[in-house]
């Protein structure tokens, strides 16, 4: 059974940074097309940054040169980085594949205060 492990969420100051890890149980996690998803207060989840087993990205629009997905396939371990963080990047951030799997981890808080 798949399962994902989400940590590294806080609280920070706009303009700050944070850094995401996702850990993966599932020996084919080196196949897996990995994703970072997000959801806010009132808000649909959407997808931020996925990236391929050849390691490949892609960012959302919102997201695009502030945040760095990247994946250690020894570790099943995928890592996002988040810089200039926004208040509107305020969310609970999940990692699951790309089409996603049907159970999601327990996600982290990324708060930004203005």
């Known amino acids: 059974q798949v399962q994902f492990v989400e940590s590294g969420g806080g609280l920070v100051q706009a303009g700050g940074s944070l850094s995401l890890s996702c850990a993966a149980s599932?020996?084919?996690?080196?196949?897996?097309?990995m994703g970072w998803y997000r959801q806010a207060p009132g808000k649909q989840r959407e997808l931020v940054a996925h990236?391929?087993?050849?390691?490949?990205?892609n960012y959302a629009d919102s997201v695009k040169g502030r945040f760095t997905i990247s994946r250690d396939n020894a570790k099943n371990t995928v890592y996002l980085q988040m810089n200039s963080l926004k208040p509107e990047d305020t969310a609970v951030y999940y990692c699951?594949?790309?089409?996603?799997?049907?159970?999601w981890g327990q996600g982290t808080q990324v708060t930004v205060s203005s």
């Open positions: 599932g020996s084919a996690f080196s196949i897996w097309t």
């Open positions: 990236i391929s087993t050849g390691g490949s990205t």
């Open positions: 699951n594949g790309k089409p996603s799997y049907p159970k």
